[in-house]
């Protein structure tokens, strides 16, 4: 029986019409109280920033072993091998992502910055003499699609299912959803590719995939979970960070004098994007699972229930940030939630940062201005707010 002091909504947030403009309803979620009963879907559901990052933080009750999607990992069969590091506990959680930090290193990352910031350079100078062109697939997808399968070490033919892959795998935390079942169709040949790149023999040597079966070696993992840390490498490494380049540059073309303090100090592209990542996060939502009775504000929450965290509603609440629906690139946005936080915070986000940052920079550097040409596109997906089409044009600076 749920307890009287909770609210209960009606509301579905994987309806098409939630996902297309999700912060459309945001803001009676956040209203409705700190936690709140989703009727639809038989869940709790928390969308304020104080509720949302203190779940994050406590994953011994909220935890992420049974599964960070709609389904209940103890009581029915995962559709894919859990993630050994999103849909982990301690201690399980903590040997896998020390391996990783390892190989995902702040020194690994110096020594390829100045590699991707020519690239960046490059990418951007190339589409600015172009100065007309979608910005989705000329340069959000385009800049992680030319250099993470290198620093992986995925083989050359292929690549173009990696974008495929991320929509199958963010699409499943949700229900299975006409976005789930449409997303997912035609796309047998991206799982298919993913499942044979992510094995030793398939991947070059150098890389961080190699890194990792080397770990295996070492005895630090088995082969088998080498495999299965590969891919979520895959699974986590792209379409993530494609949107956030993409919501930063539609952020800059719709905000003029934002773009213009960026070009008059380029040092700020990196809190350009950590900005864009609050104002539209990538990742909308995650679940976590009860793991013992617990009370959040006064409201019981049974052992066993699914909590929906509304990590995009948390990052425009107005009880933690001013004109939270304003794009500022000078705003401090320390503690946003737009890569999760605590144990789980995104294992690549500093590579997706690093990204961001040289892009942004590049822009700054190579761009006087930045212009929307066409209404932007949304793509539909159960975890991730995506573009599909954005088109611009840029003036050379």
């Not at 390892?102 to 991707?116: C, F, N, Q, T």
Request: glycine share 6%; proline share 6%; net charge negative.
């Amino acid at each position: 029986m749920m307890p009287k002091q909770i609210t209960k909504m009606d509301m579905d947030p994987f309806a098409e019409e939630f996902l297309a403009d999700p912060y459309a309803h945001h803001a009676a979620l956040r209203d409705a109280g700190p936690v709140v009963w989703l009727e639809t879907l038989g869940v709790y559901a928390m969308a304020r920033f104080d509720e949302v990052q203190t779940a994050l933080r406590d994953h011994e009750t909220f935890c992420s072993s049974r599964g960070v999607g709609l389904a209940d990992f103890s009581k029915e069969e995962p559709f894919r091998p859990p993630s050994l590091l999103l849909e982990a506990d301690p201690p399980l959680h903590d040997r896998t992502r020390a391996i990783v930090n390892k190989i995902v290193s702040m020194k690994a990352l110096k020594e390829l910055r100045p590699v991707w910031q020519e690239k960046a350079d490059a990418l951007v100078a190339s589409l600015a003499g172009k100065r007309r062109f979608d910005a989705v697939p000329d340069l959000s997808e385009a800049f992680p699609l030319m250099i993470f399968p290198d620093t992986i070490g995925l083989p050359d033919e292929g690549r173009e299912h990696l974008i495929d892959y991320a929509t199958i795998v963010f699409n499943a935390f949700g229900p299975r959803n006409r976005v789930f079942e449409e997303g997912n169709a035609g796309k047998e040949a991206a799982i298919e590719w993913v499942g044979e790149v992510c094995k030793r023999e398939n991947l070059k040597p150098g890389g961080w995939g190699a890194a990792l079966y080397e770990a295996a070696d070492r005895g630090d993992c088995t082969a088998d979970e080498a495999e299965r840390l590969v891919r979520s490498f895959l699974s986590a490494g792209v379409d993530t960070t494609v949107n956030g380049i993409a919501h930063m540059t539609l952020a800059l073309a719709e905000n003029p004098n934002e773009f213009q303090k960026l070009r008059e100090n380029p040092k700020l592209a990196l809190r350009a994007f950590e900005e864009s990542l609050r104002w539209d996060s990538t990742v909308q939502t995650f679940f976590r699972t009860a793991s013992r009775d617990t009370e959040v504000a006064g409201i019981k929450i049974p052992e066993g229930s699914k909590v929906l965290l509304f990590l995009a509603s948390a990052n425009r609440d107005p009880r933690k940030w001013d004109d939270p629906d304003q794009f500022r690139i000078d705003r401090n946005v320390s503690g946003h939630v737009g890569f999760g936080f605590g144990i789980h915070q995104c294992l690549g986000q500093m590579v997706a940062r690093l990204e961001g940052e040289l892009i942004g920079a590049a822009l700054a550097r190579r761009v006087s201005s930045i212009r929307l040409t066409g209404k932007p596109e949304r793509r539909l997906n159960n975890t991730l707010h995506a573009l599909a089409s954005l088109p611009v044009e840029m003036t050379v600076a």
